[in-house]
């Protein structure tokens, strides 16, 4: 099993920059990829970036150029490094986790960590 637990969430104002860690522990090294989600009130929870299988990334438009995943395999941590927020970026932000089993894979996801931008 993989467990993960993120961190780093806030209120900031408009235009500021926040950092969200995810720190994956357990059977860090069936993990297959990983990346942070997204979910505003009354939305669904929608991808902001993430790590795939094959190492490349991926980037919700609205986010790119604004928002960094990065990863230190020493500490089986992922980062969303945040700037230029906007008021449409309020949401509670969750770790995923994927785990690669001879069945399939598994998703693993964290409490969510809220972040919220004034404007």
């Known amino acids: 099993q993989v467990q993960v637990v993120e961190s780093g969430g806030g209120l900031v104002q408009a235009g500021g920059s926040l950092r969200l860690s995810c720190a994956a522990s357990?059977?860090?090294?069936?993990?297959?990829?990983m990346g942070w989600y997204r979910q505003a009130p009354g939305k669904q929870r929608e991808l902001v970036a993430a790590?795939?299988?094959?190492?490349?990334?991926n980037y919700a438009d609205s986010v790119k150029g604004r928002f960094t995943i990065s990863r230190d395999n020493a500490k089986n941590t992922v980062y969303l490094q945040m700037n230029s927020l906007k008021p449409e970026d309020t949401a509670v932000y969750y770790c995923?986790?994927?785990?690669?089993?001879?069945?399939?894979?598994?998703?693993?996801w964290g409490q969510g960590t809220q972040v919220t931008v004034s404007s």
């Open positions: 357990g059977s860090v090294f069936s993990i297959n990829a």
């Open positions: 790590f795939t299988s094959g190492g490349s990334t």
């Open positions: 995923n986790a994927v785990e690669l089993r001879p069945g399939g894979e598994l998703d693993y």
